[in-house]
């Protein structure tokens, strides 16, 4: 009872808590910096609407930070200050604080463009993208900003983290370290929007039906997304949505110019890959620290491959870190991370973070304070809940492990041995749910949630290991092999066909686990540690998609993103394979039609898909697993 009581407590204190150190931080920024708003002139002759926040302290000089945003950097008015800045620490340790209003958004002059290319011209006296607007405005700021030292930082979450990695290739001498966080970097292949070339409606929707309305004029107010739902049921509403084509009309979203950009790309061609800036990340300068979220629903693949890109394409040691947490998408920034949903991680993981880490990444390289002793890579293990450290990710000491899919819905590092097969219908009409629960918006704890409601449909097919005897540590990407067969009995006799697939690694805890998260008993709860989608068609190019052939077998091979965590003894690994991850993803229709986006409601039909498990096509899941 004495628990329970000091656990309500702490339930009711930590809101109270937060409320209060809010308002400390917003009355440090109010006490302690002076604000002014201006226009910096571009050299294509735009102005750039920007808020520069100084230290009142004039008595040395300091770095200047700069987050450049399409979400506004409110509040305006000289008079009106942030309520906290990202990571307080930086503010009280010193530094001047610029937020920039990217060209076409809010306040800012010119033409918004989404995920802008990087112009790869040699000449580029006039011509502007994002990282001459950064370089710009860099020159611009230190020519006029007064008491600064002469070093920039830039960083930036989200879409901020895209126009972070867009700092990293303006080249100006002055920007000297740069933290692309949750970076958006690539809309088809894995972040936001699209994973392997599946549209991600939910998010893709409920964003561009506000984000993307074309803005006439300077703003400071923002536009609202749809709001006539009807329903507190995501899944039924676009259920009765349909097909993708019906959102133009019947939802207004043909006004939508990036939407309509969407339905008008649905392969990886030159307009997906003009807007992939990982080519580009070569013979950089500045140091560079990406930072990402273990459970980040949005641009978690964007953050290890931005890392990873650098690492690959810069022979000469350069300093290129990674930082990954159990966050959620901008955790780091606004929540304690020492939970997501229902499982538990125990320590105020952001708290280390902010302290920890990109305190003393800026403070080295923008005031040369310090010691660099941060290491290459700082994860996160989930499963042990620990802070791990390597020289290089993925670590070096790994070795790749298959867990071959058998017959009676066992996982087992033996290849199979008899031939066989697992069959289940994807009906596009009674599509698998992401998460049970019902509710309108896309959660962030779906990722972690327990699975135990998917195990349980007859089209989800379910593989699981015997009990651990010693921990096993996976760090790295997950890689899956499926060698599949489609059939059906509704085509009109050409014989093509399409399919997703949706492959989920799964911790198990033990049925004897005691206690309860939010109400949910955790004995035998289904942890969700990684899962991704593939959309059949790209299964073997992202360029040129092509159909399944019915009562062919096919191999769907495919990576999901890095993962980092421990199953520990007394645990089970579990693995599920289905079809629809809805309304997540948006549905296929799984009849062959040249673009999913043109695809009518008539066109949506079930198919039998069976996942074989025998010798030379031995379906199953390929893990880096920590050598001990």
Not at 179 to 199: E, K
Not at 402 to 429: H, I
Not at 466 to 495: C, F, H, I, K
Request: hydrophobic share 35%; proline share 7%; net charge negative.
């Amino acid at each position: 009872m004495r628990i329970l009581i000091l656990l309500g407590l702490l339930a009711f204190i930590t809101p109270l808590f937060a409320q209060n150190q809010a308002t400390l931080d917003s009355a440090f920024i109010r006490d302690n910096f002076t604000k002014r708003e201006v226009m910096i002139p571009m050299r294509d002759g735009k102005q750039l609407f920007t808020s520069i926040y100084s230290p009142k302290d004039q008595s040395r000089k300091y770095p200047i930070i700069m987050r450049r945003t399409p979400y506004s950097c409110s509040p305006y008015g000289a008079g009106n200050f942030s309520t906290g800045f990202q990571n307080m620490n930086l503010a009280r340790s010193g530094y001047i604080f610029v937020f920039q209003d990217v060209r076409g958004r809010y306040m800012s002059e010119g033409d918004f463009v989404d995920v802008r290319p990087f112009n790869t011209a040699s000449d580029k006296k006039n011509v502007a993208d994002e990282a001459t607007d950064t370089y710009d405005a860099a020159d611009w700021l230190l020519k006029y900003v007064p008491n600064n030292n002469g070093n920039i930082g830039v960083m930036g979450i989200s879409y901020p983290g895209f126009y972070s990695t867009m700092a990293i290739l303006a080249g100006h001498p002055a920007i000297k370290a740069v933290s692309p966080q949750a970076p958006v970097t690539d809309w088809f292949i894995g972040d936001d929007f699209h994973h392997n070339g599946a549209f991600f409606v939910l998010d893709g929707f409920g964003f561009y039906s506000g984000f993307g309305k074309p803005r006439p004029q300077p703003t400071t107010a923002g536009q609202s997304g749809f709001r006539d739902w009807n329903t507190p049921d995501n899944y039924d509403f676009y259920l009765k949505a349909g097909a993708l084509r019906n959102f133009g009309e019947r939802y207004d979203m043909n006004k939508i110019p990036f939407w309509n950009d969407l339905m008008a790309h649905p392969n990886y061609d030159d307009f997906w890959k003009a807007r992939n800036p990982r080519p580009h990340l070569k013979n950089i300068r500045p140091a560079v620290m990406t930072v990402g979220g273990l459970f980040d629903a949005e641009d978690c693949w964007g953050a290890w491959n931005t890392y990873k890109a650098i690492e690959q394409q810069n022979p000469v040691k350069h300093p290129n870190s990674i930082v990954m947490g159990p966050w959620v998408h901008g955790g780091w920034s606004r929540t304690p991370g020492n939970r997501l949903g229902n499982v538990v991680f125990g320590q105020n993981t952001t708290d280390f973070y902010q302290k920890e880490i990109e305190l003393k990444f800026f403070e080295y390289h923008l005031k040369g304070a310090g010691t660099m002793d941060l290491p290459e890579a700082y994860i996160f293990e989930t499963g042990s809940n620990r802070w791990t450290t390597y020289n290089h990710w993925p670590p070096e000491n790994i070795e790749q492990r298959k867990w071959y899919f058998q017959a009676k819905g066992q996982l087992s590092q033996n290849p199979p041995t008899t031939s066989g097969s697992d069959r289940y219908v994807s009906d596009p009409a009674h599509p698998v749910p992401y998460t049970e629960d019902v509710h309108l918006g896309r959660t962030r704890e779906y990722m972690t949630d327990d699975q135990r409601f998917a195990s349980r449909r007859p089209d989800v097919l379910t593989y699981e290991t015997s009990v651990m005897t010693e921990p096993v540590t996976v760090t790295g990407p997950v890689v899956a092999e499926l060698w599949v067969e489609l059939d059906d009995s509704q085509t009109s006799g050409d014989g093509l066909l399409d399919a997703d697939f949706v492959v989920k690694l799964i911790d198990v805890f033990p049925d004897t686990m005691k206690g309860r998260e939010n109400d949910v008993p955790m004995g035998g709860y289904q942890m969700l540690v990684r899962g991704e989608i593939m959309r059949g068609r790209f299964r073997n190019s992202f360029e040129k998609p092509e159909p399944f052939k019915r009562q062919q077998t096919a191999l769907v091979r495919f990576e999901l993103p890095d993962v980092a965590h421990t199953f520990l003894p007394g645990h089970t690994m579990m693995v599920q394979v289905q079809s629809s991850w809805f309304p997540l993803s948006d549905r296929n229709p799984q009849r062959w039609v040249p673009s999913i986006y043109e695809a009518r409601d008539e066109d949506f039909i079930p198919i039998e898909i069976s996942l074989k498990h025998e010798s030379g096509k031995a379906s199953g899941i390929v893990l880096p697993v920590l050598k001990r």
